[in-house]
């Protein structure tokens, strides 16, 4: 079915010319009004939501391996002083 479809979809797309300088202008001008509404509060609002879902599994990991290290290093020095 996608071999007898893609060539009619090929054909039509390649009938209309897309406007992409206009496009583009567009994304910019949504980009230049996104940042203007940025304000330092904002920003920081957005960065430490980030971070809070971010580093909160990095503490969570960080004491599962540091949990797995002082075991394996505990065990090491009980049958190293045995």
Do not use: C, H
């Not at 960065?47 to 090491?76: D, H, Q, T």
Request: glycine residues 8%.
């Amino acid at each position: 079915v996608g071999l007898e479809v893609a060539p009619r979809v090929a054909k039509s797309l390649s009938n209309q010319a897309l406007p992409l300088d206009k496009f583009r202008g567009s994304v910019s001008v949504l980009i230049d009004e996104r940042l203007a509404e940025l304000t330092a509060n904002r920003v920081r609002m957005l960065v430490e939501a980030v971070m809070k879902a971010n580093l909160g599994w990095l503490v969570v990991w960080g004491n599962v391996f540091g949990g797995a290290i002082g075991l394996v290093s505990e065990i090491a020095f009980y049958y190293d002083t045995r």
